[in-house]
């Protein structure tokens, strides 16, 4: 009986460590047959030195502590362990959005000024400093040549640096103002043009009426 027991104690420690080096190391499933064949020989031996022998005790006492370690350690390995700091530089995990983007705070502050207006503290070529209110930063042009103490205007983001553009040259491209009164005469007139090109296509649509010659 003492063989067999000292056999199923070697055997479950044995599985057990099949088993937790089954996540660290890819064996496409050997390790999970090796442990289960552990198991199966540790229970075989406590069912055949234990129970049959009559330490019932022993024999109920290894299978509640086989269901207690069972999902203790798969649920430790597959779920616990890996999303300890410790896992995580072992294993790869994947990493969330904020872990992959550490300064999705600033990013967002800065899409946030886009628009607003600057002054530049240099001379670009073609990065540079711009100070945005009271605050100051990295920046770069959209590829014209900015001077410094120009007037500058946010029109992107590329990573931790602001994108600019000239304030005369911004106010140059941007589309015209259009006031209230000429936007109600051009709808006035889109509205009567497809009237007429409806009214139109409706006479076109009529039917030709004429005799066809016959041939001679």
Known sequence: ?????????????LGTG?????????????LTAASIICYLVATFCAWKGWYQAGETVW?????FGMLILL??????????????????????????????TPFQEEEARLN??????????????????????????????D???????EDVVVVGVKGNRLVVMSAELHA????????????ALNEESNHDFV???????AANDDPIDFDIPENV
């Open 172 to 183: 140059s491209i941007a589309p015209a103002a259009v006031s209230p009164k000429t936007a």
């Open 143 to 149: 590829g014209a040549l900015i001077q410094a103490d």
């Open 71 to 100: 999902p203790t350690t798969i649920s430790g390995t597959v779920y616990i362990f890996p999303r300890t700091s410790y896992g995580k530089s072992v294993l790869a995990v994947p990493q969330s959005l904020e872990e992959v």
């Open 18 to 30: 099949f088993l937790i080096c089954e996540v660290f190391i890819p064996s496409a499933g050997i």
């Open 1 to 13: 009986m003492e063989s067999y027991g000292l056999i199923v104690f070697m055997m479950v420690a």
């Open 59 to 63: 024999w109920w006492g290894y299978v």
């Open 195 to 201: 009237a007429e090109a409806s009214a139109t296509d």
């Open 112 to 141: 946030g000024l886009i628009g607003s207006r600057g002054k530049t503290t240099m001379m670009f070529s073609p990065g540079g400093m711009v100070q945005v209110g009271l605050e100051k930063f990295h920046a770069e042009s």
